[in-house]
């Protein structure tokens, strides 16, 4: 016999939370407002049930709430984006509900509803043992862009590597290659989008702009220049 986890989350609204659900294409299983809010959803083989918080007590204003292992978190990432635009009209980045972002390599993301509950959306092979930027074999501004990486792809913490990078542009823009100030500026520009810092979007949009650049480099830095109008859409 095999016992089944299934994960019991905060309500809030409950229709609100179902349907937010319901966007990214769960079917609800189950949906009861009296005597007591209750609500479930299903999709992929995974359920998810939904409960009022206790009396008295105050909630996170988010929270790690499940842990969902998929064969193909990148095709995943992708659903839900496409989901979640058609709903939105646009990438909810901020707040919540909102989901991380996903560059080629991640092997996990964060999806934040309504409420607060997080799903942290994992590969399920994914290694035991991750590597968390800053790599000593790496210096300067490409070990820079490489610890801000995890700050954003799997910290979820734009602020500090936004702070990094900028602290690394200062000590290392003079020195570094074209390429790597590129990328930060990129990166910057991504970050502030993320954040609604309008000011900050144009200035670091500006900067990249101004590097000189062969069409092979233009080419391999493609994804990351568009990374910001993505992310805006």
């Known amino acids: 016999m095999t016992d089944t986890a299934v994960p019991m989350l905060w309500s809030g609204d409950l229709p609100s939370t179902l349907d937010f659900y319901r966007a990214l294409g769960y079917t609800v299983t189950y949906e009861q407002t009296r005597p007591y809010v209750y609500g479930a959803v299903e999709g992929h083989g995974c359920a998810l049930h939904f409960a009022d918080a206790p009396p008295g007590i105050e909630l996170p204003a988010e929270h790690v709430g499940a842990l969902v292992m998929v064969d193909d978190v990148a095709a995943r990432h992708a659903e839900y984006t496409a989901a979640l635009r058609a709903h939105y009209g646009k990438i909810p980045v901020k707040g919540c509900p909102r989901i991380t972002r996903f560059r080629p390599g991640q092997s996990r993301f964060s999806l ?37 990486r995890i700050l954003r792809d799997f910290k979820n913490d734009d602020r500090s590597a936004t702070r990094a990078l900028e602290a690394g542009l200062r000590r290392f823009g003079a020195t570094a290659s074209a390429v790597d100030r590129a990328r930060a500026y990129a990166a910057l520009a991504e970050l502030a989008v993320a954040t609604a810092d309008s000011e900050r979007l144009a200035h670091w949009k500006a900067e990249l702009e101004a590097v000189e650049l062969t069409q092979e480099e233009h080419a391999a830095l493609s994804a990351d220049a568009a990374a910001s109008e993505t992310l805006a859409t």
């Not at 997080?118 to 930027?133: A, K, N, S, W």
Request: no cysteine.
């Open 112 to 148: 934040v509803d309504p409420v607060g509950n997080t799903l942290l959306v994992i590969q399920r092979d994914e290694p035991m043992e991750l590597e968390y930027g800053g790599s000593r074999a790496l210096a300067g501004l490409a070990r820079v862009l490489d610890n801000a």
